[in-house]
C-alpha cells in the first residue's frame, strides 16, 4: 500500500514538473520576458520596473492582487505580452502600491525590519511641575476655584479613608483592603472630568471615581463589613464596590475581565446613540492579558467610545515594568491597534483632568476609543496580604511618597491661587477622620445578611440542586454555631 502511494506521487511530480516545463518553453518563445537576451535587462536595477514572470503570475491567478499596483493593461493571450511591454508602467519602485483590502501598501526594495524600539520614548503630558507650578506653554483648560477644592478636597478623603481603613483590616475588624495611595489624582481627575452617565468599568483601586459621584463614606463602611445594607448582600470581597445608581460596575478580582466588558458597554451606546461613553480602569499588569489585547482590537474595529485608562504604577503586584514590558509601556499598544493614545503624568491631577476631558470628547463626538496611559507609582502595597518591601526598596517607596505626592502637588497649586490654606486644611482633615470613623462603628453593629441570600439573585426559580445546598449550609451552621459570627441570621 504504501509502495502504491510512493508511486502515485512520484507520478504526480513528474507531470507537474513536465507541464511546467511545456509553460516555459511556450512563454520563452512567445514571451519576451523570458528571452534569453532580455532578462538581464529586466532583472537590472537601472531598467524600467516591470512585472518579472508575468505569465506565471497570470497561471497562479495574482494578477487580480497585484494589477492596481503594476496599472498595466492586463493581457489575455499570451500573443498580447510583446505589445504589453511597452505599456508597463515607468513609475520608480517606490511610487507602486498594493491596494490591499486593508489599505494601500507601498513597496520598497529596502530589506528593512521595524524597530523593536526607538531611541526616545513616547514623551508624557504634564502640566504642574514637581512644585505644583503650572509650565507656562502647558496646554490646559481653565477650572474654577470650585472645581479645584472639591477635586483636593475629594483626593484628601481617599486619602483618610484609605488609611483608617488599612488600619482596620490590621485590627482584624476586616478581613480585606487595598489602598490607593500614590494614585489618587488618578482617581478624582479622572472622575471629575467624566459625566454621571458615563459608565465606569473599575479595577479594585478606583474607589476615588465611586467617591467623586456621591456614593458616601457609610455605603463603603457597609461594603467593607459586609452587613445587610451592602448593595451585593455580602457576597463580595471587601473594596469590591458597586452602584448602580451611579453606573459604576461591580468590581471583579481577575485581572482584566472588565476590560472587554467594557468594550461592549460602549458598543451598546453607540448602538442607542447615547451622548456618554466608557471608561475602563485597569494596571499595566492588566495589558499583558489575552482580554486586554481581544478587548483593544474589538473597539478599534468596531469604533465605539470607550477610554482604556492604563495606571501604569511600576509593579503588576510584585513585577516591575522591565520584567513584563519589552515595548515602550502600554501608550505604543494603542497604534498597533489603531486607537488614538496619550501617555500622561499620573501624579498631576491637571493633566489627567485635561485628557480624560478631552478623551471623552473625542469618544462621543468621533465614536473611538482612546488609550490613556498615566504614568504613577503604587506607593502603598498592592493589598493587606502583600508586604512590597520585599520586592522593593523602602527608599524607592518614600522617595514617591514625597517627592512624587500627587496631593501635595495639587495642593501647592490651590494655595498659590489663594484657594486654599493651612487652616482649612487642619479643618477638613479632622472633619473626614471623625466621619470615616463614625461610619466604621455604625457599620460594624449592623448585623449581617441571611444565610438565604447567599442562594438568591440568580434563577427566578431556584433549581433542586441550590434548594438542597441551601439546607446543607442551615444544618451545618446549627451544628457548629460557635464557628460561624454570631450575627448572621439563619
Known sequence: MASSCLSKSKNFIYNLKFKLYLLNRTSAVTNPLFHPHLRH????????????????SRVNGFDRWFEPAFVGRRSHSTTSVSSDVSQLPVEPP???VLDFPGGKVKFTQKLIFTSNSTEERVHCYRVLDDNGQ???????LEISKELAVKMYTNMVTLELMDTIFYESQRQGRISFYATTTGEEA????SAA????NDFVFPQYREPGVLLWRGFSLQEFANQLFGNKYEYGKGRQMPVHYGSRKHNYITVASTVATQIPHAVGAAYSLKMEKQDSCVITYFGDGGTSTADFHAAMNFAAVMEVPVIFFCRNNGWAISTPVHEQFRSDGVVVKGKAYGVPSIRIDGNDALAIYNAVHEARKMAIKEQTPVLIEALTYRAGHHTTSDDSTRYRSIDEIEKWRGDQNPIKRFRKWIESR??????AESEYRGSVRKQVAQAIQVAERIEKPPVADMFSDVYDAPPRNLNEQEVFVRKTVKKHRQDYPSDVPL
Open 41 to 56: 535587462t529586466i532583472s537590472s536595477p537601472s531598467s524600467s520596473p516591470v512585472r518579472k514572470h508575468a505569465s506565471y
Open 94 to 96: 517606490s511610487q507602486q
Open 134 to 140: 503650572p509650565f507656562t506653554d502647558a496646554e490646559s
Open 186 to 189: 488618578i482617581n478624582i481627575a
Open 193 to 196: 472630568a467624566l459625566n454621571d
Open 418 to 423: 489663594g484657594w486654599w490654606n493651612a487652616v
